[in-house]
């Protein structure tokens, strides 16, 4: 009796040795996750219609602009480099596009953002809507154009090369549905 005792306290000696180290294994790794936490970049993209009202203007009468917003969320200051489109579902493709002209200077692409800064990069909607033909194509190129055309994502890449997507807001994407079904109307009379 005392032998049968004694084999199964050296069996709970063992199974309490082998979790107290996959204990510290696990200890160690979520100390590493944290620790890596601050090093992360993460950006909030915004892709919108705004509309710009100056003082004593009505909402009516103020400029309907494009604009898109990229926020460092994330601990680690960054630098936002390159402008872009994700194009399709399966197949993803990423189209870079030149920054416009900005409306303030300060807002200029390449920009490095320390923690809880943006860049807003507005264009007018004109401007912008005459700029979209590539886009557009890229988009027709699809197997299933409709699919790649709700899957359109605006976003920005920074300077460490990883990209960041955002939905564009109804009004947005109220524009794009509308010039792609122009562009589809005007390669179907070709």
Same mark, same amino acid.
């Not at 200029?108 to 700029?131: A, C, K, N, T, Y």
């Given at each position: 009796?005392?032998?049968?005792?004694?084999?199964?306290?050296?069996?709970?000696?063992?199974?309490?040795?082998?979790?107290?180290?996959?204990?510290?294994?696990?200890?160690?790794?979520?100390?590493?996750?944290?620790?890596?936490?601050?090093?992360?970049?993460?950006?909030?993209?915004?892709?919108?219609?705004?509309?710009?009202?100056?003082?004593? &203007?009505?909402?009516? &009468?103020?400029?309907?602009?494009?604009?898109?917003?990229?926020?460092?969320?994330?601990?680690?200051?960054?630098?936002?480099?390159?402008?872009?489109?994700?194009?399709?579902?399966?197949?993803?493709?990423?189209?870079?596009?030149?920054?416009?002209?900005?409306?303030?200077?300060?807002?200029?692409?390449?920009?490095?953002?320390?923690?809880?800064?943006?860049?807003?990069?507005?264009?007018?909607?004109?401007?912008?809507?005459?700029?979209?033909?590539?886009?557009?194509?890229?988009?027709?190129?699809?197997?299933?154009?409709?699919?790649?055309?709700?899957?359109?994502?605006?976003?920005?890449?920074?300077?460490?090369?990883?990209?960041?997507?955002?939905?564009?807001?109804?009004?947005?994407?109220?524009?794009?549905?509308?010039?792609?079904?122009?562009?589809?109307?005007?390669?179907?009379?070709?």
């Amino acid at each position: 009796m005392c032998t049968l005792l004694a084999a199964e306290c050296r069996w709970v000696d063992i199974v309490a040795e082998y979790l107290t180290a996959l204990g510290t294994v696990g200890a160690v790794i979520v100390a590493l996750y944290f620790a890596g936490k601050d090093r992360r970049e993460k950006v909030a993209v915004s892709p919108a219609i705004h509309i710009a009202v100056q003082e004593g &203007q009505t909402l009516a &009468q103020g400029i309907r602009l494009f604009g898109l917003t990229a926020t460092n969320v994330g601990f680690a200051p960054l630098t936002v480099q390159k402008l872009c489109w994700r194009v399709g579902v399966f197949r993803k493709t990423v189209l870079y596009v030149d920054p416009p002209v900005p409306m303030n200077p300060s807002q200029r692409i390449p920009r490095m953002l320390p923690r809880g800064d943006w860049v807003i990069v507005q264009q007018r909607e004109d401007q912008f809507i005459s700029g979209l033909t590539f886009l557009l194509e890229e988009l027709n190129k699809s197997p299933f154009p409709r699919w790649a055309l709700r899957s359109l994502r605006a976003g920005v890449e920074t300077s460490t090369r990883k990209r960041f997507f955002g939905r564009p807001n109804w009004d947005l994407a109220k524009v794009l549905r509308e010039q792609f079904d122009a562009f589809r109307k005007s390669q179907l009379k070709r």
